[in-house]
């Protein structure tokens, strides 16, 4: 069978992705666009209400941010042409049947698509669980009935979070779910009775509620449940993290995005028009661990090296959080600090008229947020498992050696990251930046 290189793969093919807004949807979007310019159209599936409002979230949100300025210097004036004859804005949700798409576009792009990357899903874990119901499963089974009826289609490719084997110890294995099943023994998911749970409770609701959806909207958050580690490195940047849950020795499995992405496009390549499942976790810690001991000397090194300063530009020394093996002694603490006078605080409102309503709701909104993150990350700090990497090890040995430029061009080997340089060097001062946008961004609002 002749070897084809990954990005020759990818010429005169047509794809349709689903999440392109998202952070691994714009990186794939513009490697595919930088590596193979011979690609003949992408299609990018995004929430709009018309085709210029989906234009318009594309040239914003994926095309307009600094990770296409390679493509926008190659190109030059050009940029805006190239842009146009390789994508296409399609307006769209996952959450519906054909997307929501009229019949006419269904046939159409059924009959043009080659592969399909669906990589829409929310990983909010304090989203509402209709919305993660409806996008994260839901979703995935409109995908592959739209599938089904593409004449042309060679791969279909499904982009999850590992985490999804729950609070498994030991070794994961690269294997699918099988439909129906739980992760608890013994248990049983019927996805068709929980949709309906959702609808039937929604229905409630407007009953209790007419046109106030608040409680609609909180009350479906509690059936669920942005988790990154990210949102550790801006807290403590920010000096709103005490103290915090913490066990140095546990290994977190985290991979650099570039690598998420060499390695999708080097599976669609490796299983192309296979008929087979195959599941690959792109995943750092059997290769290369990271412990969270060595995220914790990392960050504080780089605010050693990157101070905040004040007005008059002296540098601010931060405070090291209080850490705590266990979940419960956290929350234990957390009661006596800060919960207790804070009662006592509410108890003098009253008392006073109310004088310090104002303190009492943001100290309180703090207690509660920095209980919430802690209980959601709780599983993630105290993670006893490890995933098993040997599909993707047999997949990086084969382009290793191919007689191409594969392996350098689409690296996911994790065994070639140096942590520690890559949390101060890139990470961290990505995450900060990031942040620091968000924050201009609605402070302009």
């Known amino acids: 069978m002749e070897t084809v290189s990954i990005a020759e793969r990818f010429r005169d093919k047509?794809?349709?992705?689903?999440?392109?807004?998202?952070?691994?949807?714009?990186?794939?979007?513009?490697?595919?666009?930088?590596?193979?310019?011979?690609?003949?159209?992408?299609?990018?599936?995004?929430?709009?209400?018309?085709?210029?409002?989906?234009?318009?979230?594309?040239?914003?949100?994926?095309?307009?941010?600094?990770?296409?300025?390679?493509?926008?210097?190659?190109?030059?004036?050009?940029?805006?042409?190239?842009?146009?004859?390789?994508?296409?804005?399609?307006?769209?949700?996952?959450?519906?049947?054909?997307?929501?798409?009229?019949?006419?576009?269904?046939?159409?792009?059924?009959?043009?698509?080659?592969?399909?990357?669906?990589?829409?899903?929310?990983?909010?874990?304090?989203?509402?669980?209709?919305?993660?119901?409806?996008?994260?499963?839901?979703?995935?089974?409109?995908?592959?009935?739209?599938?089904?009826?593409?004449?042309?289609?060679?791969?279909?490719?499904?982009?999850?979070?590992?985490?999804?084997?729950?609070?498994?110890?030991?070794?994961?294995?690269?294997k699918p779910f099988q439909i129906g099943r739980a992760l608890r023994l013994d248990y049983q998911l019927d996805i068709e009775a929980e949709l309906q749970l959702v609808d039937s409770i929604k229905s409630e609701l407007r009953i209790k509620c007419s046109s106030d959806d608040k409680l609609e909207k909180t009350t479906m958050r509690k059936l669920g449940l942005k988790r990154t580690i990210d949102v550790i490195f801006v807290a403590y940047n920010d000096q709103t993290l005490p103290c915090f849950i913490f066990d140095g020795s546990v290994i977190f499995d985290l991979i650099p995005g570039d690598m998420v992405i060499n390695a999708m496009m080097a599976a669609i390549n490796s299983q192309w028009n296979k008929r087979a499942q195959v599941i690959y976790h792109v995943t750092s810690a059997h290769q290369n661990p990271l412990p969270l001991s060595l995220i914790e000397e990392s960050m504080f090194r780089y605010f050693d090296i990157n101070p905040r300063t004040s007005k008059d530009g002296k540098a601010i020394k931060n405070k090291r959080p209080l850490a705590f093996k266990r979940l419960a002694y956290f929350?234990?603490?957390?009661?006596?600090?800060?919960?207790?006078?804070?009662?006592?605080?509410?108890?003098a409102n009253v008392l006073l008229g109310g004088i310090y309503t104002k303190n009492y709701n943001k100290l309180n909104r703090d207690y509660n947020i920095l209980m919430t993150v802690a209980k959601l990350f709780a599983p993630y700090v105290f993670f006893k498992g490890w995933f098993d990497d040997t599909n993707l090890r047999k997949l990086w040995k084969a382009m290793a050696m191919d007689q191409n430029d594969d392996a350098s061009i689409f690296n996911f080997d994790p065994k070639c990251i140096n942590w520690s340089s890559y949390l101060v060097n890139t990470h961290i001062p990505a995450a900060i930046k990031y942040a620091n946008d968000q924050k201009a961004k609605a402070r302009s609002a």
């Open 14 to 174: 047509t794809i349709l992705i689903t999440g392109a807004t998202g952070f691994l949807g714009k990186l794939l979007v513009e490697k595919i666009l930088r590596v193979q310019p011979e690609v003949r159209k992408l299609y990018l599936l995004v929430r709009a209400p018309d085709a210029i409002a989906a234009e318009e979230r594309v040239l914003t949100e994926v095309v307009g941010k600094g990770l296409f300025d390679v493509l926008r210097e190659q190109y030059g004036a050009g940029f805006n042409s190239f842009i146009k004859e390789k994508i296409y804005a399609l307006p769209g949700d996952v959450m519906h049947e054909n997307f929501g798409l009229e019949s006419y576009e269904v046939l159409q792009l059924s009959q043009k698509v080659d592969i399909i990357v669906n990589g829409a899903a929310t990983t909010n874990f304090m989203e509402r669980y209709d919305v993660a119901l409806a996008t994260n499963v839901a979703g995935v089974m409109h995908l592959c009935q739209f599938a089904k009826q593409c004449d042309n289609l060679k791969m279909v490719l499904h982009v999850s979070t590992a985490y999804v084997a729950g609070e498994q110890a030991g070794q994961l294995l690269e």
């Open 331 to 347: 929350q234990a603490y957390m009661i006596l600090r800060y919960k207790l006078p804070l009662e006592m605080m509410r108890a």
